[in-house]
């Protein structure tokens, strides 16, 4: 489990970004699977989000896990929803409601505002960024009285720049978004890659969050021993597990 070194100094919060190590899965999925949207074996999903709610500090029943669909919808969670919200980030300022993100190679990004006591969680791939689900969500804590200089946010481990591989059509929407864009792109043997991480981070910058930290462990990298959709697919693999990443409120 990897901690961020800006939010864990705020003692009202726990947090992590989990890798694939610590959990009981086997075989493609081994062993911390938390995706209920993989193929893997339900039993195992669930001790595993058992493992992970005894490091946050939490009952399994707390672990509020979205149906992520690469959006930029999100929900503001005050009490334990009956049934499975659909979206891809997650508000609240309530204690013991733990915001959960799933992903193998898309971003978690937590956002806190210590002022105000209030926690926010998003799934962050190319889709969501394009669609701007971070500038939604800020939006919403300015509105609820976050002040933008003392928000505190952290982006997880996410493919880097060196590993995504994209099409030209993908630059050009993006391009076609803004040009300036344009920097969030390299040009290696006609192979065009795209910086995901400085992407989200740009947009929280843009916005005015100015206290952000980067978690650089690139999920493609096999010794950062995460699960990732595209390394899955590099080898062949028929499916793959889901990192992740939980914030609380104490």
Request: aromatic residues 10%.
């Amino acid at each position: 489990m990897i901690k961020s070194k800006k939010l864990i100094k705020y003692k009202l919060i726990t947090h992590g970004f989990f890798n694939r190590k610590g959990g009981v899965s086997k075989g493609i999925y081994k062993s911390l699977n938390c995706g209920p949207g993989s193929n893997d074996k339900l039993n195992n999903i669930n001790k595993n989000l058992t493992i992970v709610s005894n490091k946050i500090g939490c009952k399994k029943k707390n672990l509020i896990l979205l149906n992520q669909i690469h959006s930029s919808k999100f929900h503001v969670i005050n009490n334990f929803p009956k049934k499975k919200l659909i979206g891809d980030g997650a508000i609240t300022t309530k204690k013991n409601i733990a915001l959960c993100i799933l992903a193998a190679d898309c971003a978690p990004v937590f956002i806190f505002d210590p002022i105000n006591k209030i926690i926010a969680a998003a799934h962050v791939g190319w889709k969501g960024a394009y669609k701007k689900i971070l500038k939604k969500i800020l939006k919403r804590l300015v509105k609820f009285g976050s002040k933008k200089y003392n928000l505190v946010a952290a982006i997880g481990p996410c493919i880097a720049q060196g590993n995504y591989e994209v099409k030209s059509t993908f630059k050009k929407k993006f391009l076609n978004q803004n040009n300036k864009h344009m920097k969030y792109f390299k040009i290696q043997r006609k192979i065009i890659y795209f910086n995901l991480r400085d992407f989200i981070k740009g947009q929280l910058v843009d916005f005015g969050v100015k206290n952000i930290e980067v978690i650089k462990k690139d999920t493609y990298n096999k010794k950062n021993n995460f699960f990732s959709s595209r390394s899955s697919l590099k080898n062949r693999e028929n499916d793959y597990g889901r990192n992740i990443s939980v914030i609380m409120i104490k």
